[in-house]
């Protein structure tokens, strides 16, 4: 990142899944920090974590946290954000929430900088970091959107276990365990940690991420219909999604299938304008079987895109693969990237 006055910043959640992955990518990006604080509840508090070769110990989170914080990075679930964030703001800090807490808020820009940056000049002290599985379907669509025009937008998700937090990755490793033992699997987490059934994930799919609302949709799915609309500008897009939980730890998958408005498009039109998309890499050869795949986009920056085909038989239906790390561009570096745009244009 260019050369810009360094800046206190806390980290919220900084012990769990998303936040040691914030951790991380802050330490490699060399983003301008003078001071980092790791905050957690008060179970963690205590802990040491090694940053930049310093070693840090993990604090309570409470209001008081967040005197003289300027960026506070919010990844500690829904009711912290709730709880703190309003706190920080009253201290001066700008909080960039990775929570649904504040994405569908009027007044809170939900943004993915390489689509809709210009959003964040409107903040009033929150900026919420969209949902995963949102962001990397959103980048994808967004030059393909500018180019040609939308009409619908038809997913289907392949989402990683790590998505559901730390002690869902810890299930899936003990049912792999049980199931090659002939052991019976323990399910106690998924899909949704409050709900009254649980299934075992390894060596399965769930169609339920998150809890269901009235229309049948999950509230996942709903956060991808939504919030898309909001960071694309399009609230008249027609937008379906159906969210499934798949047995591999980084990375959520998504098959979509778009109607553009233009006629007569071919495939070779869809790869120009994604080869020269910002955050995008098109990875789509079928002679040579190259198309993204969980594991070659885990620890990646970019949203990876293939198999984009032409509709049989729908002249503006196109179907495409859009592959990204869940972690880092799904949660942790999309955070990062919005603190960094608000210190380079000065939107702090
Ligand atoms: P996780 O691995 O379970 O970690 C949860 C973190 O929150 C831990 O650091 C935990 O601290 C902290 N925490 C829990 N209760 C707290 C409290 N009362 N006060 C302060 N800190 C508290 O979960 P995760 O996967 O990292 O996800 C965390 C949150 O990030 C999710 O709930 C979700 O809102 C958001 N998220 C967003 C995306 C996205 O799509 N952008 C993806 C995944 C998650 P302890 O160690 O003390 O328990
Ligand atoms: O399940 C996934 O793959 C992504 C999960 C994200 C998540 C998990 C718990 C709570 C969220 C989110 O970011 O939408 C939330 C939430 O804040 O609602």
């Known amino acids: 990142m260019a050369e810009n006055n360094p800046v206190n910043i806390a980290v919220v959640g900084a012990t769990g899944v998303v936040g040691e992955k914030i951790?991380?990518?802050?330490?490699?990006?060399?983003?301008?920090?003078?001071?980092i604080k790791l905050l957690s509840s008060k179970r963690s508090a205590g802990k040491k974590v090694s940053f930049n070769s310093r070693e840090l110990t993990v604090e309570e989170a409470r209001p008081e946290s967040f005197d003289n914080i300027d960026i506070a990075?919010?990844?500690?679930?829904g009711s912290v954000s709730k709880k703190l964030a309003p706190e920080a703001v009253k201290r001066g800090a700008v909080v960039v929430d990775n929570t649904s807490a504040y994405r569908m808020d009027e007044n809170v820009p939900l943004v993915?900088?390489?689509v809709n940056e210009n959003d964040l000049q409107s903040h009033n002290g929150i900026i919420a970091n969209p949902n995963c599985s949102t962001i990397q379907m959103v980048a994808a669509l967004n030059p393909l959107q500018e180019a040609f025009g939308l009409s619908r937008v038809i997913v289907s998700t392949y989402q990683a276990v790590s998505g559901a937090g730390n002690?869902?990755?810890?299930?899936?490793?003990?049912?792999?365990?049980q199931y090659l033992n002939n052991e019976e699997m323990t399910a106690e987490l998924l899909p949704v940690k409050g709900d009254e059934k649980h299934f075992p994930i390894a060596f399965n799919a769930l169609p339920q991420i998150d809890v269901?609302?009235?229309?049948?949709?999950?509230?996942?799915?709903?956060k991808m219909i939504n919030e898309s609309k909001k960071i694309l500008h399009a609230q008249n897009l027609a937008i379906a999604a159906t969210c499934v939980r798949l047995p591999f730890f980084t990375s959520h998958a998504e098959s979509v299938y778009i109607d553009v408005e233009k006629d007569g498009l071919k495939v070779e039109d869809l790869w120009n304008v994604l080869k020269e998309a910002d955050g995008v890499t098109l990875q789509d050869d079928p002679g040579t079987q190259t198309y993204p795949t969980p594991l070659d986009a885990a620890d990646k920056e970019d949203v990876f895109v293939g198999r984009v085909r032409k509709d049989l038989d729908n002249?503006?239906?196109?179907?495409?693969?859009?592959?990204?790390?869940?972690?880092?561009?799904?949660?942790?570096?999309n955070t990062i990237q919005i603190a960094e745009r608000l210190i380079q244009n000065k939107w702090l």
Not at 23 to 35: G, H, K, Q, V
Not at 73 to 77: K, R, T
Not at 168 to 176: D, K, M, P, S, V
Not at 212 to 222: D, V
């Open 23 to 35: 951790i991380e990518i802050l330490e490699t990006r060399n983003f301008p920090i003078n001071e």
């Open 73 to 77: 990075l919010f990844s500690a679930g």
């Open 112 to 114: 993915v900088p390489e």
């Open 167 to 177: 002690e869902a990755n810890n299930e899936l490793e003990e049912q792999t365990r």
């Open 212 to 222: 269901f609302q009235e229309s049948g949709y999950t509230f996942e799915e709903m």
């Open 315 to 333: 002249d503006k239906g196109f179907h495409l693969w859009v592959v990204s790390d869940n972690l880092v561009k799904g949660a942790a570096l």
